[in-house]
């Protein structure tokens, strides 16, 4: 049996995370989320990122620091082949966003209390 401890269960202080970011109609994407198939829908009520779910838990509300210094709360719901280790990947609302955003470098702060009721939130099937 193998046990896994997460970020939102050791972390101490805030740590940075390489980000990219991807659409709702990308290509391999499936439109719906792996943590309990939710519409992949970046005009939600609710920012959606792809973690490691060894790292970070799915289902959790995480705050994140830009390296603009802005702060905007993700919700950790899905995964992704090449998001391994200390990786995020952002949903964002176009194609043209998110080849601005890029890679950069976020900080994960910590985990918070979601601003919107996660068990309400669409399922895509």
């Known amino acids: 049996m193998m046990f896994y401890l997460t970020i939102s269960a050791v972390m101490a202080a805030p740590t940075t995370f390489e980000a990219t970011a991807y659409v709702q ?3 391999g994407c499936s439109g719906y989320t792996a943590w309990r198939g939710l519409a992949a829908n970046p005009w939600g009520p609710i920012k959606l990122m792809a973690v ?5 838990d799915l289902g959790k509300c995480y705050r994140l620091q830009f390296q603009d210094g802005h702060e905007s709360i ?19 609302k176009s194609e043209t966003s998110a080849r601005k955003f890029g890679r950069q ?15 309400k939130l669409p399922r895509a099937h």
Do not use: F, M
């Not at 470098?105 to 996660?118: F, M, Q």
């Open 105 to 119: 470098h976020v900080t994960v702060v910590g985990a918070v209390a979601c601003p919107v009721d996660v068990s």
């Open 74 to 92: 993700y919700l950790a719901a899905d995964t992704g082949g090449d998001i391994e280790g200390n990786r995020l990947d952002l949903l964002l």
């Open 25 to 27: 109609d990308c290509e």
């Open 52 to 56: 490691d779910p060894k790292v970070l």
